[in-house]
């Protein structure tokens, strides 16, 4: 008999452990079981934070680094990294823009910038790359991603023809672009936005109003950048003739999507999909037997475009359809809304009321030994069919 395939993709489990080292503790476990068995690790993401290195883990790669700036214009250093062949270059949005960068300073709605991703977009087209994938997530601005744009050479003026500061508040003041100073290869690479939600730009579900009070903005700054926001998609759709207000996803980040869909012809994807892709996990759920995924807390949101529910989509899609099981750090969802999801099982690490800090604390032991009661049961079920 051929040894039993298992394919180990899980996120994260934040506050805890890293996707990778979740993948290690369930290999681990089921390895006790079937000694034999094929594993194959396959750290995951949602196309946010994480994502960078659950793609370097994968490849074997070493991430480059760059001086640039954080989201408030401080000197920092970010990492990026291409695909073993060269041809994919990626950009996490939270290594130089993100939330946890600037949390040692009180929060800039206003003035919060993505210049400094846009500065590492640039380093991986001066890399040689034909695609660059932008992870998205973790923002700690609302500029529309008129800070990438910036990074990447284009001037956003006012009506005198004057650059217009970075942020939020900027966008409220610039009547024009000068896209002179556009990297050169800019316009040639394929661009794919990494994305887990589908808020517009504008309005009541948009970027500023569902994640704007999240990077400090209070009401009346979630109205100004709202508004700036609305503003800026006009100026897109003159200079670009691209309408993005109401894309769904456009709002991801603080609106990014926007200005790289209206002047790169970016492509907004799924995040796991994408990610998905760029490990090869398709091929390998196609030779799996078992499929074990697990997050920190699997809930609704799990089964709407996050990790679970892509690998879900692709065992389904799979010849064999291998079934696909959630270890968790907690279930918040019936069994039948699991099943739904094309999942076969879901199960929590908590053996009962315990407490977070001890749960947390002994993540990886108690992920091991569910791990291997997963692997028992699929073994018992195929010896009584």
């Given at each position: 008999?051929?040894?039993?395939?298992?394919?180990v993709a899980?996120?994260?489990f934040?506050?805890?452990?890293?996707?990778?080292e979740?993948?290690v503790?369930v290999?681990?476990?089921?390895?006790?079981?079937?000694p034999?068995?094929?594993?194959?690790?396959?750290?995951?993401a949602?196309g946010?934070?994480?994502?960078?290195?659950?793609?370097?883990?994968?490849?074997?790669?070493?991430?480059?680094?760059?001086?640039?700036?954080?989201a408030?214009?401080?000197p920092?250093?970010?990492?990026w990294?291409t695909?073993?062949?060269?041809?994919v270059?990626?950009v996490?949005?939270a290594?130089?823009?993100?939330l946890p960068?600037?949390?040692?300073?009180?929060?800039?709605?206003?003035?919060?910038?993505?210049r400094?991703?846009?500065e590492?977009a640039?380093?991986v087209?001066d890399?040689?790359?034909?695609?660059?994938l932008?992870?998205?997530g973790?923002?700690?601005?609302?500029d529309?991603?008129?800070g990438v744009?910036?990074?990447?050479g284009?001037?956003?003026?006012?009506?005198?023809?004057?650059?217009?500061?970075?942020?939020g508040e900027?966008?409220?003041?610039?009547?024009?672009?000068?896209l002179?100073?556009?990297?050169?290869?800019?316009r040639?690479?394929?661009w794919?936005?990494?994305?887990?939600?589908?808020?517009p730009?504008?309005?009541?579900?948009?970027?500023?109003?569902?994640?704007?009070?999240?990077?400090g903005a209070?009401?009346?700054?979630?109205?100004f950048?709202?508004?700036?926001?609305?503003?800026?998609?006009g100026?897109?759709e003159?200079?670009?003739g691209v309408?993005?207000?109401?894309?769904a996803?456009?709002?991801?980040?603080?609106?990014?999507?926007?200005?790289?869909?209206?002047?790169?012809?970016?492509?907004?994807?799924?995040?796991a999909t994408?990610?998905?892709?760029a490990?090869?996990?398709?091929?390998?759920?196609?030779?799996?037997?078992?499929?074990?995924?697990?997050?920190?807390?699997?809930?609704?949101?799990?089964?709407?475009?996050?990790?679970?529910?892509g690998?879900a989509?692709i065992a389904?899609?799979?010849p064999?359809?291998?079934?696909?099981?959630?270890?968790?750090?907690?279930v918040l969802?019936?069994?039948?809304?699991?099943?739904?999801?094309?999942?076969?099982?879901?199960?929590?690490i908590a053996?009962?009321p315990?407490?977070?800090?001890?749960?947390?604390?002994?993540?990886?032991?108690?992920?091991a030994?569910?791990a291997a009661?997963?692997t028992?049961?699929?073994?018992?079920?195929?010896r009584?069919t």
């Amino acid at each position: 008999m051929k040894p039993l395939q298992v394919v180990v993709a899980p996120d994260s489990f934040k506050g805890s452990l890293s996707a990778s080292e979740v993948a290690v503790a369930v290999a681990e476990g089921v390895r006790s079981v079937a000694p034999d068995a094929d594993v194959t690790c396959l750290p995951m993401a949602d196309g946010g934070e994480g994502t960078l290195d659950a793609l370097l883990t994968v490849w074997g790669t070493v991430p480059q680094r760059i001086a640039t700036v954080d989201a408030v214009g401080r000197p920092a250093t970010a990492r990026w990294a291409t695909s073993p062949d060269g041809r994919v270059g990626v950009v996490e949005l939270a290594e130089a823009s993100g939330l946890p960068r600037v949390s040692d300073v009180a929060l800039q709605p206003l003035h919060a910038s993505t210049r400094g991703t846009g500065e590492v977009a640039a380093a991986v087209l001066d890399a040689g790359v034909e695609e660059v994938l932008v992870c998205l997530g973790g923002s700690a601005s609302t500029d529309g991603g008129a800070g990438v744009l910036a990074g990447l050479g284009v001037r956003l003026l006012d009506e005198s023809g004057v650059p217009v500061p970075d942020g939020g508040e900027g966008l409220s003041r610039a009547t024009s672009l000068d896209l002179s100073g556009l990297h050169p290869r800019a316009r040639e690479v394929r661009w794919r936005l990494a994305v887990d939600v589908t808020n517009p730009l504008v309005g009541e579900h948009g970027a500023a109003q569902v994640f704007g009070p999240q990077k400090g903005a209070n009401p009346g700054e979630v109205e100004f950048l709202d508004g700036a926001l609305d503003r800026w998609a006009g100026l897109l759709e003159a200079e670009t003739g691209v309408a993005v207000r109401d894309l769904a996803g456009a709002g991801a980040a603080g609106g990014v999507p926007s200005a790289l869909v209206a002047l790169l012809g970016a492509e907004l994807e799924r995040g796991a999909t994408l990610v998905a892709e760029a490990i090869g996990l398709p091929a390998a759920v196609a030779r799996a037997d078992l499929v074990i995924t697990g997050e920190g807390s699997f809930d609704s949101q799990s089964v709407r475009g996050k990790v679970a529910d892509g690998i879900a989509r692709i065992a389904a899609a799979a010849p064999g359809r291998p079934p696909v099981v959630v270890v968790a750090g907690q279930v918040l969802l019936p069994a039948a809304h699991v099943r739904d999801a094309g999942i076969a099982a879901a199960f929590s690490i908590a053996p009962g009321p315990v407490e977070l800090d001890e749960l947390i604390a002994r993540t990886a032991t108690r992920l091991a030994d569910l791990a291997a009661t997963v692997t028992s049961l699929f073994l018992a079920s195929h010896r009584t069919t």
